[in-house]
């Protein structure tokens, strides 16, 4: 392997091309990187990836500038009263492997405990390598971002499919009528549990041909811009909307009999569901008239080809399972699943669902809050009680691999406090942010310039049928090593038979020892091995099978033929195949819903907090890239100007906003945007990024608004924190320190 100093001082290299794909987001954009010695000159879209490239944007173009952070970690950083040293690798996997084990001894297994950020998904070598070492110990304390993000869908898809990962995608190309709930893909990109490159584009196309684009957002959002119809629902209440118009649509008869008798079971328990709820309420709740909600129902059911989306503004509610189960309730009985325009499943390369049933986790109870798993991990929300309360189980060494929960996920300083209070931490990242402020050792990230990967877990979520080896472009820099590396030499070194096999470590150690007597590094066990394994044995996809050296042959992807259809009923996992309409905890669910007041706003804190995305960012990292955000740093507070009249704030105004957990201070844009009573505050701010070995102050940019949610806020289906349902107060700081 290169030492990572490719050029040499006589004889410059010249600049080089080299292809892969952005795995920031989803979208997964090919792009064309230009190279010089082992530096990234520029990097933009590789216009010959016939799958994706046209979401690209500048996230990716500045790519290089993280990788070359001026404060990134490169050696692993231990902790020495305040200050961080180097240390080396062996240093490093000895002491974490020995606390680990202490801990392990003393409390159990639940002693040792991981949070996997949103990142991680864009390396399965990190996911499956993680899994083993977790699997290993035993520990049932992981804890993941699906619980800040897209449990929701796991639990639908689990509940009426059969699996957590049947996850269907949107067939754009051939819809006449989308009906997009609680996203802005214009900003997003068309992804959250599935990728379909230049989607808004592509939608925006089949506008220009008649379809009609509906967006249901409490904001008038870039996507809303463009929509023919925009719906400002009362957030939070989408659920009733939905509801609404599934009863509309079984009132006026307009479901697609034969599509639907033939696919699912539970139809009668929906009816009665739907006839028990009042029209007039459900209007009420989410604030829409209904006639609107008639002339919504009757355009998506009677459209020739539609199909309902539904992503995070939905899940980061209290009903946010509920609501995304009736947009699939909506997608079934129009008969919009599994046809064209619709919502299919595209089976991948590899056979996802079949890997997550042998995946899958025996049922787990958490020790404090009691709760069961979901997708195989628990909720964010708990962690902070798992880590201070005490008795056997109590986390007392964790790992934060790819993430940085204190910002995204809820009440970041109820879990400051606790991760301070561990025996250990450990942080896997670029550089150390908020959530890594108290680590005992900073372990180097590599950045996906800097690595191989096979996203095969995530090969049913592409719209068409796809494959691309991300290649690595340049070597990592210092000693900054992949994901996998260190759960499996942590594994070795903890004497924890990764998976919980017999006999594997061994065979790893077996293959480390003929590399180094060989002086042959490609002996060493690593998971390009696994990736060959997987190319060898994938499914056929339009009856062919990709062989390893076409994969290679192809460095800027495959489109594996057309888009199939028809294969929904046969993935189904349900018994008989059968989609299950109406399972009994959803019914139950909704009944509550139905029984509970509608919600108001207490008079001492009457506005709800709503949230929004910017091209510039991703979730709470990016934002503090040099060149990106132009028009300043700090995020800002969003307010209807007649909600900022009554209270006297004028635009750019220090204003508090308070909740009953937090309060943070920023200044108000007036803007009518928002509907009246929203006001939204960007997340991912104020995460701190700290020079643990310079020792300067950290750089802090914007306030962090997720301190203002209770970690007891969540939706009690998916465990998902109610992140952007919070009431809050606002008030203008007088004199703002402009007018002093
Ligand atoms: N209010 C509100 N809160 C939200 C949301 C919202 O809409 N509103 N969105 C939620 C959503 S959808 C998500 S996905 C979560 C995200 O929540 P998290 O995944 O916890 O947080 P991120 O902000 O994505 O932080 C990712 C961290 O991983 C690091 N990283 C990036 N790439 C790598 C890598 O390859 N290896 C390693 N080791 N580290 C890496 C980054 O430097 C960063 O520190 O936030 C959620 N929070
Ligand atoms: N540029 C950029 N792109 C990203 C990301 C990023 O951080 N930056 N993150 C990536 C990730 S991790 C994810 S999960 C996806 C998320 O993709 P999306 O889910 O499309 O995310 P948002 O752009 O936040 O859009 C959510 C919308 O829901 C609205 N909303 C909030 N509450 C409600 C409600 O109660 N009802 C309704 N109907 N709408 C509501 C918000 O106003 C917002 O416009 O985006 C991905 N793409
Ligand atoms: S971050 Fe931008 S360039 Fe990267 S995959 Fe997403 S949309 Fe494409
Ligand atoms: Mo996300």
């Keep these: 392997m290169s030492d990572g100093q490719a050029s040499t001082d006589i004889d410059p290299e010249p600049p080089r091309v080299a292809y892969t794909f952005c795995r920031y987001c989803p979208a997964s954009c090919g792009v064309k990187v230009t190279v010089e010695g082992n530096r990234v000159l520029r990097i933009g879209p590789d216009k010959q990836n016939p799958h994706s490239w046209r979401d690209f944007c500048a996230k990716g173009r500045t790519a290089n500038r993280l990788v070359e952070h001026p404060r990134r970690i490169t050696t692993p950083l231990r902790r020495v009263g305040d200050r961080y040293v180097a240390a080396t690798w062996e240093e490093a996997i000895a002491d974490i ?82 009906l997009i709930i609680g996203a802005n893909p214009a900003v997003s990109a068309w992804n959250w549990v599935e990728s379909a ?32 119809i925009h719906v400002a629902v009362r957030p939070g209440q ?116 079949r890997l997550a049933d042998l995946a899958g986790s025996a049922p787990h109870t958490s020790r404090v809050a009691g709760r069961g798993l979901v997708a195989g991990a628990h909720a964010l929300a708990e962690l902070p009680e798992e880590i201070t309360t005490p008795g056997h189980g109590r986390i007392r060494a964790m790992v934060i691999n790819c993430g940085n929960p204190v910002v995204s996920g809820p009440d970041g300083t109820k879990l400051d ?56 472009v340049v070597e990592p820099p210092g000693q900054a090593r992949e994901e996998w590396r260190i759960f499996l030499d942590l594994a070795l ?20 020892a003929l590399a180094r007597l060989f002086h042959t590094p490609a002996l060493a066990f690593d998971p390009r091995w696994i990736d060959r394994l997987i190319i060898a ?16 042959a192809h460095p800027h992807g495959i489109v594996l033929g057309p888009r199939e259809y028809g294969h929904f009923r046969d993935a189904l996992r349900t018994p008989g195949k059968r989609v299950l309409l109406a399972p009994d905890e959803f019914l139950t669910r909704a009944r509550e819903l139905l029984a509970d007041p509608p919600p108001t706003a207490p008079a001492t804190h009457p506005f709800l907090l709503g949230n929004q995305r910017r091209r510039h960012s991703m979730n709470s990292w990016l934002n503090e890239l040099p060149g990106l955000h132009t028009a300043g740093k700090n995020n800002d507070i969003v307010m209807h100007p007649a909600d900022a009249g009554k209270l006297g704030i004028r635009a750019g105004d220090l204003v508090r906003v308070s909740s009953p957990t937090a309060a943070i201070e920023l200044r108000a844009i007036l803007s009518d945007r928002p509907r009246p009573g929203v006001v939204t505050i960007d997340h991912g701010w104020g995460s701190r990024i700290f020079d643990p070995e310079g020792g300067e102050p950290p750089e ?36 703002s320190p402009e007018d002093a």
């Design 97 to 178: 492997a020995a606390r680990m084990n202490a801990a392990i001894t003393a409390g159990g297994p639940d002693a040792v405990g991981i949070y996997t950020g949103n990142p991680a998904g864009f390396s399965s070598s990190n996911l499956v390598f993680m899994n083993g070492w977790l699997d290993g110990i035993g520990t049932h304390n992981r804890y993941a971002v699906g619980s800040v993000d897209q449990n929701a869908v796991h639990v639908v898809a689990e509940a009426m499919y059969g699996s957590p990962l049947m996850v269907l995608t949107s067939d754009i190309d051939n819809c006449d009528h989308f």
């Design 700 to 735: 802090s940019y914007g306030t962090n608004r997720n301190l203002l949610v209770d970690t007891a806020a969540i939706d009690p289906l998916s465990q998902t924190s109610a992140l952007n349902a919070v009431y809050v107060a606002v008030e203008r700081i007088d004199p």
């Design 537 to 552: 044995t994938s499914r056929k996809v339009n009856g062919r099978r990709t062989t390893w050296r076409t994969l290679m």
């Design 197 to 228: 490159p230049d989607g808004w584009a592509r939608a925006l196309e089949r506008q220009r041909h008649g379809a009609t684009i509906v967006v249901i957002d409490p904001v008038r959002t870039e996507s809303a811009d463009k929509a023919d």
């Design 417 to 472: 406090a606790a991760l301070a209070e561990l025996d250990l931490l450990v942080a896997i990242d670029f550089v150390q942010r908020e959530s890594h402020r108290h680590a005992h050792w900073l372990l180097p990230a590599v950045h996906w310039l800097e690595r191989d990967d096979l996203l095969a877990l995530t090969s049913s979520l592409h719209d068409e049928p796809y494959i691309q080896y991300g290649a690595k």
């Design 238 to 353: 989408d659920w009733a909307l939905l509801l609404a118009m599934v009863k509309i649509i079984f009132d006026e008869d307009l479901q697609h009999r034969g599509d639907c008798a033939d696919l699912v079971d539970q139809l009668p328990r929906l009816r009665q569901l739907a006839e028990q709820a009042d029209l007039t309420d459900l209007a009420s709740r989410c604030d829409v008239d209904i006639d609107r909600i008639r002339s919504l129902a009757r355009g998506f059911a009677t459209a020739p080809r539609a199909m309902a989306i539904t992503r995070t503004g939905l899940s980061l509610h209290a009903a946010g399972t509920i609501a995304e189960w009736l947009g699939h309730v909506l997608n079934l009985i129009t008969g919009r699943t599994d046809r064209p325009g619709g919502r299919r499943f595209q089976p991948g390369y590899v056979d996802t669902l």
């Design 493 to 512: 070194a903890m004497r924890t038979p990764l998976f919980g096999a017999r006999g594997l470590n061994g065979f790893i150690r077996a293959t480390r």
